[in-house]
């Protein structure tokens, strides 16, 4: 199926359904060096709060990528995915000694799992989709119930502001002048994915009770440059993270990262 054609979906879970048939999530965050950036440090912020017998929820969890790593951390992991290519993906990817129980759903039900169970809870692809506010919100409370108390939740954004310069010097050189953004706004196109200022992703939070812990430009400028990053030897590709590591918190760093990542727990 064609962009065109999935751009006619109304409805956000069939379209994430066709996304997926022709987007392949299974090698996003594993085919380069400049990929890998959002994964490590991801893992890096999530370390943090880890603890020993932690239960993990990954909810919109692809092709497993975070689940698979957890659980060969011995983690007991549940993963919740919605698009079929990328439940086929995990599946292959599944071994007997990994304590993984995945799930075909979908982030905004997830009454089949009783509330204050898991320790962290990931929300690293729902809201790439959801272009309905209520949903979004079905979402983030969903993620809320099923977390303890004193869990933690953290979830994923696609910047809007970082996309412009991404999608400019990266792939279509005629994006400024295209019609995929408002140049007035500056608010890109929601297709195929939806995509939030750092100030609409905080404020999306924090209007459905989450306290914010962090806020982090979780792969930095890392697409932006990916060919240059990708050309590094392997001492300068670690230096390159320990820097990305050292100002990826940083405030003044949030709006020049095509993802962002918030960390924060549920106030029930």
């Known amino acids: 199926m064609s962009f065109e054609k999935i751009r006619e979906i109304k409805d956000d879970g069939a379209r994430v359904a066709a996304v997926y048939e022709i987007f392949n999530e299974d090698t996003r965050l594993n085919h380069s060096k400049a990929a890998r950036v959002e994964f490590l440090t991801t893992n890096h912020i999530i370390n943090r709060y880890l603890q020993k017998g932690n239960k993990i929820m990954d909810i919109g969890a692809g092709a497993g990528e975070y689940s698979l790593h957890f659980a ?3 983690f007991e ?13 995990f599946r292959n990817k599944l071994r007997p000694e990994l304590n993984i129980n995945l799930h075909q759903g979908n982030a905004c039900d997830l009454s089949k799992f009783d509330d204050n169970t898991y320790d962290i809870v990931l929300v690293f692809g729902p809201l790439y989709h959801l272009s309905n506010q209520e949903d979004r919100s079905k979402c983030i409370r969903e993620a809320m119930r099923v ?3 004193d869990g933690m939740i953290f979830f994923a954004f696609i910047s809007n502001d970082m996309v412009i310069l991404t999608e400019t010097f990266c792939y279509n050189p005629d994006f400024l002048i295209s019609d995929q953004f408002e140049n007035r706004t500056f ?4 297709f195929p994915f939806v995509f939030f200022t750092a100030a609409e992703a905080r404020n999306m939070l924090l209007n459905e009770n989450i306290q914010i812990l962090m806020e982090v430009a979780v792969d930095g400028v890392s697409e932006l440059l990916a060919d240059k990053i990708n050309e590094m030897d392997d001492e300068s590709y670690q230096r390159y993270l320990n820097y990305h590591l050292y100002c990826c918190e940083k405030p003044e760093m949030l709006g020049h990262s095509n993802h962002l990542l918030f960390g924060g727990k549920p106030i029930k």
């Open 77 to 89: 992991v549940t993963a919740v995915e919605l698009a079929e290519a990328n439940i086929k993906a």
């Open 147 to 149: 977390c303890k108390e």
């Open 187 to 190: 608010k890109v196109e929601d």
């Open 72 to 74: 060969e951390a011995g």
